[in-house]
């Protein structure tokens, strides 16, 4: 017989008022974000309305272009639903890759538009992405989505009858624990988070290049969550397509790296 120690409860709810705490945690993410980023900048001597600017235009295209990533990736989901159903954010579904990689494009062509230094900006915000994550993905955990296999482990998580897989669903079969793969995520971005600082204080790299330890280091973390997971999602040569843009991410992320250093110095870091 299956015995747990412990495991972490279901949310008891998803909504406070008329905001999901999806949306509440993703909006806390991204303030952290920004704060953490303006006083990197500020730091070097930079105004932090430079990246109130810069987030003003960078945070709705990552919106936008995470919601790309998820209807292109997961387009079965949205089979035989309404139209309206693409734009129904509120309920998850949002593919990080694609929010980030927009977001971060739009947001050097507004530090170029207002003549910011753009390696500078990179450097400076690069330690917010995985900070915005780390908190943003306690949204799954509040939509009781994108659990990992079933476990007995003492920090397993509880998903309700109604969230559980289909085979669960409408019978009176036991519900197991699952992986919480959100608080792996979630904890393994933090950690990003105090790497990124420490080796930017180490000046171990020229600038602009900041950005290669977050792809290295966010790739090699989704890797192993990604082979967790047992949501539906389509494949490539038998992988997850998701396992396909981590082996991606830690590819490019080690090409910026190791390219040719320039003279330029190293800002000062925070």
């Known amino acids: 017989m299956r015995f747990v120690f412990a495991s972490i409860p279901s949310p008891s709810t998803n909504s406070i008022g008329p905001f999901t705490f999806y949306g509440l945690m993703i909006a806390l993410g991204v303030v952290a974000a920004v704060m953490l980023s303006q006083r990197r900048w500020v730091a070097r001597g930079g105004d932090e309305d430079d990246i109130s600017s810069i987030a ?58 207002r003549g910011l230094d753009l390696k500078g900006v990179l450097d400076a915000v690069v330690p917010g992405l995985p900070l915005a994550q780390a908190i943003g993905r306690w949204g799954n955990y509040f939509n009781q989505e994108l659990y990992g296999r079933a476990t007995d482990v003492p920090w397993a998580l509880e998903i309700d009858r109604e969230h559980a897989p289909l085979e669960y669903r409408g019978t009176d079969v036991p519900v197991p624990t699952f992986h919480p793969t959100f608080l792996y995520e979630s904890l393994w ?30 790739g ?4 192993w969550v990604e082979s967790l997971r047992i949501d539906a999602a389509n494949e490539v040569a038998g992988l997850r397509v998701n396992i396909w843009m981590s082996i991606a991410l830690i590819v490019g992320g080690a090409l910026i790296a190791l390219w040719p250093r320039s003279t330029e110095s190293t800002p000062v870091s925070v």
Do not use: C
Not at 63 to 85: C, L, P
């Open 56 to 113: 003003l235009w960078a945070v709705p295209a990552g919106v936008i272009g995470a919601r790309i990533y998820h209807i292109i990736t997961d387009w079965q989901n949205f089979s035989g639903e309404s139209f309206w159903k693409l734009f129904a954010i509120r309920e998850g579904g949002l593919g990080i890759p694609g929010g980030m990689f927009f977001g971060v494009l739009v947001g050097l062509w507004v530090a170029r538009r």
């Open 189 to 218: 971005n933090f950690g990003l988070v105090a790497v990124i600082l420490w080796i930017d204080r180490k000046r171990w790299l020229p600038p602009g290049r900041l950005i290669s330890v977050y792809l290295i280091g966010y």
């Open 220 to 223: 090699i973390g989704r890797l």
